[in-house]
């Protein structure tokens, strides 16, 4: 038996051989998966689908090729790629009919492709996590990882997939344990919010930052001046610079995450009105309110989320006598709201922000630019969107929505036999309309059966709002 | 009692007191001369009968558990679930009803797929004042597998007037209260189950 070392060639030679036989199996192991999550699991939309295809036919067009054509200096990207692609396969699998709220899922998407210009789908899938997120764009990021394959089929690809050229694929997670929680759900749109932000922040963020980074940069340096960290004497001019540099990049990172969480939130709440608010407050009210953005990965204390949100909602917040509003279905809701603003009164959020330099210069130049940045990003929705969504200018039809709720009847339409099913906004809000009036009513309300009615009623109305919605589409005359 | 026709039918639906509520009325020609027809929903209840040998629902020794036998399956609208021969699974309707005190309905197979061998409802009574879906317990005793999509009409409501009109009806601890998909048995829950289920305590 030869027990001398392997040759450099020879090492190389089985170490090339082994890896293409097991990526061999790996990729063909994925794209089955990927075939039998499609054939075997129901979805509440086609989207999960779309994923599952991405997946499957991005593993069986490597497959094709790892054990011909592939060069074997691109076989530890192919493993990188499958460590990339294989755990995508997870958000196809729990967005399964029976994991998520399926009742409101259609209609969610449908809103949330319409508010991103229809060009984008989206997989709604639970977590285990307590958190709304997005994930994607996944088109893009294989489209990117696959083009530096030079022998990699694209066209191919492209034809398999059966997409257009700017359709894209985006997954939002919620947490699993708010499942039919459909009220907190609202959360959505400020999920949606991050595509329409993150193209704002590619084509604007830099050059403003740069307008300025001057001033920001000469206060900084300024304050560091003030206070010298410690040092040798002899390298102080270089410790100032680099602390600058450091308080420089930290400030323009506080900066942009915290304008992206804010116009977000000022999204989510442009397109689902007062209860985007309520849930945020409901969000809010678990976590510390006035956590400065340093100690949490730069995300905006809430206490100053909420001003912000309350700002916006101004309009929905002052009573109207003229129109009657509110009225007493939504008057609860409004007075939430308003204790909401008394508690944003209270400025320890800023007095946090401002003790700092770094979350103090990101702040001033967020204020200075969120309206700015919130009016581009608006307009980039489509024109029946345009506008905010604004309680007082539906509270008629929410009060009926209410009012069927209260009777054990799911808020699906407006007037009975009318013909004219809700909106998703409108359900939900009334939705938060009723529960904030049963809560002032009965400070004991929400036992589990109560919630459990509420959910059941509101989920119920947004399948049959949904169905009835296509109904007409498809039978506009009878 | 009376059967209402489709003028009845209409004045109960439009009146403002205590009104039948049928929700959502895809079409007008969903109310017939004395019938209403409602549609199936997307939710089912199955057997699982690859797992159990035998369910004795008043079984001395083991909790009454339906869902030990039987699991909830929700099909999109666009799917199908195909009904095979001798097979029993649970529905509900797409419409949810809210009954007012003085109608009482039953809920009848459609002539047209009884030709085909489906069974509709046999618990077939719906009392005043009853809010939900109604499940139905579809089988067939045809012979050829039949295919259903979710929105198709399945069914259809011949509703009567109840004499005298409950004032409040259907309130308290019902068993079925609002439901929106077809609900697991709860015999369990029934006043006299324990009296014959555990005759030793």
Redesign the interface.
Known sequence: MNSSPLSRPDEASWHEKVRRRELFRCLDNLARLANNVQITE????KTPLKLATLIGVTAELLKKHILTIAPSQDLEQINTMIGFITPHLRYVERAR??QTP??II?SAEELLRFASNSKSYFIIRPTWAYNYSIIGEFVSFYREILSCLAWFPLDEWKAKLELNNDESIYCISFPRIERDNCLLHVNWGHEVGHILVERWINDYFGTLWATNEAGIKSRIEEHVKQNIPPGDPLFKELVIQEAVANQMRSTMEAARHGLVELLCDRIGVHIFGLSALAASMEFAARFALDVSPLQSSNYPPWRYRLRMLLQHCAPDLNDNKEIGYPNADIRALIEWMRTGQRLTQTRIDIQNIESNVITREAYNFISSHIDGAAQTITSMLPIELARPYRLHERHVFISQLVSRIR????P??IC??SDN?ASLQDILSAAWAFKMNEIAENPSWGNPNEYD?LF??V??GCE??Y??S??KKR?PI? | MSTATKKGLEKY??RTSD?L?V???????QIGEASLDVRLGNQFIVFRTYKFGIFEPMGVSAKFEPRKIQE??????G?QLVLHPGVLVLACT?E?L?MPGDLECQVEGRSSWARLGLQVATANSIEPGF?G?ITLELSNVGTVPLTLVP?IRIAQLVLRTAVPKLKNPYLGNRKY????GPEFSRLHEDYDWNIFSNPTQ
Not at chain 2, 23 to 29: A, H, K
Not at chain 2, 177 to 180: A, K, Q, W
């Open positions: 129901d979805f509440a939309s009919v029976a399926w009742s259609q009777k054990g009847v799911p699906n339409e009975h036999l099913p009615l059941r009623l989920l119920k049959c709002s169905v009835q296509e109904w039978h009878e | 639906l439009k009104p509520i929700t959502p009325i895809l079409s007008p020609r909830r399956q929700i099909i999109p609208f799917g797409f949810y809210s809010k879906v929105g209260r609002c439901p929106i």
